[in-house]
């Protein structure tokens, strides 16, 4: 892992006390009046699919640019699970992108389940605008997009994006939630 993902340590704490097992837009009220359509736009250009060397893959969100390097929000479990992978980030163009590890949170079972990775490209793409998850209530209205596993017909795996919408159903207040997840969600994943 590089130490270039020294600039992250402030993202632990923008997530303490919250749940990153998918790309989760939750609309403040002024956002309200986007339509799910709306919403699936900005959510598309954000998300990528990270694949790795052994076949595994996961969903991560675009956070910032750099230059042409952008840093991918994802799951240490995406990320940081095996060494010596190799990862590919596909965009929603279908361009394909080397990646690489900047940073992995997960440290003890109740950190935040997080990692940072990154990618170069010229192309210039949106990054998602972090926010504070301490005001969600249960019953807030969400948004999930990502890249779930499918089997086919043939019992292939796929990965495809889906686009969920739900409903917060049980926030977490636990200063360390277990395995880092600490938001509890109605839409499908």
């Known amino acids: 892992m590089s130490q270039s993902g020294r600039g992250l340590d402030w993202l632990p704490g923008v997530f303490a006390g919250t749940a990153t097992v998918a790309i989760?837009?939750?609309l403040p009220a002024i956002a309200l009046a986007k339509t799910p359509e709306e919403v699936y736009e900005i959510?598309?250009?954000?998300?990528?699919?990270?694949?790795n060397s052994s076949g595994g893959w996961g969903s991560g969100?675009?956070?910032s640019r750099q230059g042409k390097i952008y840093n991918v929000l994802t799951n240490h479990h995406v990320a940081c699970g095996q060494q010596g992978l190799s990862y590919t980030i596909?965009?929603?163009d279908d361009k394909s992108h080397p990646g690489k590890v900047l940073r992995c949170f997960m440290q003890q079972t109740n950190d935040p389940d997080l990692a940072v990775v990154s990618f170069e490209g010229t192309d210039n793409y949106p990054s998602a605008e972090l926010a504070n998850s301490d005001p969600v209530r249960i019953g807030a209205e969400i948004y999930v997009y990502g890249y779930p596993g499918y089997l086919n017909n043939d019992s292939e795996i796929l990965a495809e994006p889906q686009f969920s919408r739900g409903h917060i159903t049980s926030p977490s207040k636990l200063s360390k939630p277990p395995?880092?997840?600490?938001?509890g969600y109605s839409a499908v994943t």
Do not use: E
Request: proline fraction near 0%; charge should be positive; avoid cysteine.
């Open 61 to 63: 969100v675009i956070i």
């Open 179 to 183: 395995s880092g997840y600490g938001l």
């Open 24 to 26: 989760v837009i939750s």
């Open 43 to 51: 959510a598309k250009t954000r998300t990528v699919l990270i694949k």
């Open 90 to 92: 596909f965009t929603y």
